[in-house]
């Protein structure tokens, strides 16, 4: 089956210090990624949405400057936690689905907590 | 727009008994995919059972069944013989057409009593 990858699967970092986390689909060409932000025992909120080789589309509230994503191939996007503080730890998943009406497929989500 | 909805926040269920999990949506789309996603204590979202709308047939995996009602946009999940791994968040996913929008509903958290 379809398999994500995504790394860190934790990370801690100080206040002000920028987090790259990587989300590569395995064995498919992801057409699109998602990334997404959850809190304790809530849903998955949309954070932005990323094609191929464009600019991705955030959502609203969401700041572009702060979470910028990057989709440079169709196997890679990365999302990139700039000056982090600490009301953005979180966890953070992303998901990448193929061509069609394919599923998504999801990352084993990365934990983030910043001190 | 697009929305999901379930209603149940929490359930229970005793081993090997079953369960269903109840889950809405809106659109005016005609042709849509729904989804089922199982998110463990690991927090991996696991993909449980997919439906096409344009099915009439509802899907089956296993232990899980859905009961698809495209006119009521009813698309509930039932799980039977359930078992202590079955314990987890649920949540129900649709995705348009055009294929380039999620939407999630807000889960139900369903444990598995022994």
């Known amino acids: 089956g379809a398999v994500v990858s995504q790394h860190p699967s934790r990370v801690i970092c100080k206040s002000g210090t920028s987090v790259k986390i990587e989300c590569r689909s395995l064995?498919?060409?992801?057409?699109?990624m998602f990334w997404y932000r959850q809190f304790p025992k809530q849903s998955l909120m949309l954070m932005a949405t990323s094609n191929e080789g464009s600019k991705a589309t955030y959502e609203q509230g969401v700041e572009k400057d702060k979470f910028l994503i990057n989709h440079a191939s169709l196997t890679l996007s990365t999302l990139t936690v700039t000056s982090a503080h600490p009301e953005d730890s979180s966890f953070y998943i992303c998901?990448?689905?193929?061509?069609?009406?394919?599923?998504?497929?999801f990352g084993n989500g990365t934990r983030l907590t910043v001190t | 727009a697009q929305t999901v909805t379930q209603s149940q926040p929490e359930m229970s269920v005793q081993e090997a008994e079953t369960v269903t999990l109840s889950c809405t949506y809106d659109?005016?789309?005609?042709?849509?995919?729904l989804f089922w996603y199982k998110q463990p204590p690991s927090r991996q979202m696991i993909l449980v059972i997919r439906?096409?709308?344009?099915?009439?047939q509802n899907a089956t995996e296993n232990r899980f069944s859905v009961n698809f009602q495209k006119a009521a946009k009813s698309f509930s999940l039932k799980i039977s013989d359930s078992q202590l791994g079955d314990t987890a968040m649920y949540f129900c996913a649709f995705t348009t057409n055009t294929g380039n929008q999620f939407y999630f509903g807000t889960g139900t958290s369903l444990t598995v009593i022994p």
């Open positions: 064995d498919f060409q992801a057409t699109t």
């Open positions: 659109t005016s789309e005609n042709n849509y995919y």
């Open positions: 998901s990448a689905r193929g061509l069609g009406y394919s599923p998504l497929h």
């Open positions: 439906q096409e709308a344009y099915k009439q």
